[in-house]
């Protein structure tokens, strides 16, 4: 007879690495959202603990909410930097980025 504890294991593995992964791009979208697009630290919270009950599975959330946030400097030095090189170019993909936000 065969188990199919091995299989169930392995499902769970990858439902954990799954919402790891949306944490993570939660809570690179929230730096983003915050320090490019201003969006406010009320929203930001509220937007981390939606992202809690959506990824309830997730037992290392805050660990890979703040992975998520540190992974999100390279692209906010990005934006930094091309708001100093070309500030109609920043303006131009701030408002694309920050409209596609939806911190809910």
């Known amino acids: 007879m065969l188990s199919v504890q091995p299989a169930f294991a392995q499902n769970q593995d990858a439902m954990q690495k799954l919402a790891a992964t949306g944490v993570q791009f939660a809570g690179s979208n929230a730096r983003v959202a915050t320090d490019v697009c201003g969006v406010d630290a009320g929203t930001v919270s509220k937007y981390k603990d939606s992202s809690k009950k959506k990824f309830a599975q997730d037992t290392n959330f805050e660990a890979d909410w703040q992975l998520g946030w540190q992974k999100a400097q390279k692209t906010v030095t990005g934006y930094v930097e091309m708001k100093n ?20």
């Open 85 to 104: 090189r070309d500030p109609k170019e920043y303006e131009t993909q701030k408002t694309a980025a920050c409209a596609e936000m939806n911190l809910k």
